[in-house]
């Protein structure tokens, strides 16, 4: 069973950075295509970054300079660094994982529907 569990989350001033981390475990995470999603309240949820197996990254335009995703296939383990935070950002953030063969065959590598393995989330909070 795929587990996925987030920490890092926290309240920051605008312009601040956060470094959000997943753990993962029960399946070959290395064979894996994983991301970080969010959802604000009221809204529906989005895809902020994701990485395939072979480090190939993808992120939403919104966050696209400022946000890094990445991958360490020895630890079992996903990361968003966040700089130059914004209120905007406000969201809780989700990891998820997909077998990269489904991904490929999905139209968007940021939807949220490609993914099938979640974990339970960590708020990220940026004040103005």
């Known amino acids: 069973q795929v587990q996925l569990v987030e920490s890092g989350g926290d309240s920051v001033m605008a312009g601040g950075s956060l470094r959000l981390s997943c753990a993962a475990s029960g399946y070959t995470y290395s064979t894996y295509c994983v991301g970080w999603f969010r959802q604000a309240p009221g809204k529906e949820r989005e895809g902020v970054a994701t990485i395939d197996s072979l480090g190939t990254t993808t992120y939403a335009d919104s966050v696209k300079g400022r946000f890094t995703i990445s991958r360490d296939n020895a630890k079992n383990s996903l990361f968003l660094q966040m700089n130059r935070l914004k209120p905007e950002d406000t969201a809780m953030y989700y990891c998820?994982?997909?077998?990269?063969?489904?991904?490929?065959?999905?139209?968007?590598?940021?939807?949220?529907?490609?993914?099938?393995?979640w974990g339970q989330g960590t708020q990220v909070t940026v004040s103005s």
């Open positions: 998820a994982a997909a077998f990269c063969a489904t991904v490929a065959q999905s139209n968007s590598l940021l939807s949220p529907s490609t993914y099938d393995n």
